[in-house]
């Protein structure tokens, strides 16, 4: 496995211990180095090059946001910010400069544990989308008494439809039974996403999206259907949008 480099920031000690604590217990993360201003963390980012740093926000002379605008500028791969802080009302001012999560405190393991989770998506889309050759996973559908190998990223969209399941794959339509979780645990493909408890859909082929009242959006793919995304299941499509949207 390989191990995603963080780099830790916080003027305040007991914090920033608390923080290496939680993450060295993960097994997914490298903790490479502590920084107690952004001083600190601005050299420390341009020689080490870590791939997360988890930044503090209120420091002084120089804050977290400050340092994020830096990396902004600088001639150097940025990597992926989590801020932490005691105040809600850094948030807006956060994910202005690019942020992957917000994390208050005190700090809890669970939640970081979903900031860590979800930069690792945020990574893993980057990658794949820098690779020439990257839908090499196939998954086998069977439809009656055919049983078809489809890759999955031509796979645009799958719907539930009482105890079967409809692959959509260009102009065609396979109908097996089996149960969302059934075909969820056989798909191995970064952009297929469940995005409703009824549906999955490819993140590659969405064309536009729309937000909706109560957090929700709606979904327009290239075939022309539209799909709803529920509120349990907006997290992935937005990080997707959001890493689209960010300047290199």
Same mark, same amino acid.
């Given at each position: 496995?390989?191990?995603?480099?963080?780099?830790?920031?916080?003027?305040?000690?007991?914090?920033?211990?608390?923080?290496?604590?939680?993450?060295?217990?993960?097994?997914?993360?490298?903790?490479?180095?502590?920084?107690?201003?952004?001083?600190?963390?601005?050299?420390?980012?341009?020689?080490?090059?870590?791939?997360?740093?988890?930044?503090?926000?209120?420091?002084?002379?120089?804050?977290?946001?400050?340092?994020? =605008?830096?990396?902004?500028?600088?001639?150097?791969?940025?990597?992926?910010?989590?801020?932490?802080?005691?105040?809600?009302?850094?948030?807006?001012?956060?994910?202005?400069?690019?942020?992957?999560?917000?994390?208050?405190?005190?700090?809890?393991?669970?939640?970081?544990?979903?900031?860590?989770?979800?930069?690792?998506?945020?990574?893993?889309?980057?990658?794949?989308?820098?690779?020439?050759?990257?839908?090499?996973?196939?998954?086998?559908?069977?439809?009656?008494?055919?049983?078809?190998?489809?890759?999955?990223?031509?796979?645009?969209?799958?719907?539930?439809?009482?105890?079967?399941?409809?692959?959509?794959?260009?102009?065609?339509?396979?109908?097996?039974?089996?149960?969302? &979780?059934?075909?969820?645990? &056989?798909?191995?493909?970064?952009?297929?996403?469940?995005?409703?408890?009824?549906?999955?859909?490819?993140?590659?082929?969405?064309?536009?999206?729309?937000?909706?009242?109560?957090?929700?959006?709606?979904?327009?793919?290239?075939?022309?259907?539209?799909?709803?995304?529920?509120? =349990?299941?907006?997290?992935?499509?937005?990080?997707?949008?959001?890493? &689209?949207?960010?300047?290199?």
């Amino acid at each position: 496995m390989t191990k995603l480099r963080a780099l830790l920031v916080d003027d305040e000690l007991l914090a920033l211990k608390l923080l290496q604590s939680i993450l060295e217990r993960r097994d997914d993360i490298d903790v490479i180095g502590l920084c107690r201003n952004g001083r600190e963390a601005k050299e420390s980012i341009n020689s080490q090059h870590p791939d997360i740093v988890f930044l503090d926000i209120n420091m002084p002379s120089l804050n977290g946001i400050q340092v994020a =605008n830096y990396l902004d500028g600088a001639d150097i791969k940025k990597p992926l910010i989590i801020f932490t802080t005691a105040f809600e009302r850094h948030a807006l001012d956060a994910f202005e400069v690019g942020a992957t999560d917000y994390l208050l405190k005190p700090l809890d393991a669970d939640r970081v544990a979903v900031a860590v989770e979800r930069a690792k998506r945020r990574l893993k889309i980057s990658v794949d989308d820098s690779k020439e050759e990257q839908n090499e996973a196939t998954i086998t559908i069977k439809d009656g008494s055919r049983i078809n190998v489809v890759n999955q990223c031509d796979i645009q969209w799958i719907d539930a439809a009482g105890d079967y399941m409809c692959v959509h794959v260009g102009d065609e339509t396979l109908i097996t039974r089996a149960t969302m &979780k059934e075909l969820l645990e &056989k798909l191995d493909h970064p952009y297929l996403v469940r995005v409703h408890r009824s549906s999955i859909v490819n993140l590659k082929d969405i064309t536009a999206a729309e937000k909706l009242p109560k957090g929700e959006y709606l979904l327009t793919l290239r075939s022309g259907q539209q799909l709803k995304v529920s509120r =349990n299941y907006r997290t992935a499509v937005a990080e997707f949008l959001d890493a &689209k949207n960010s300047p290199d």
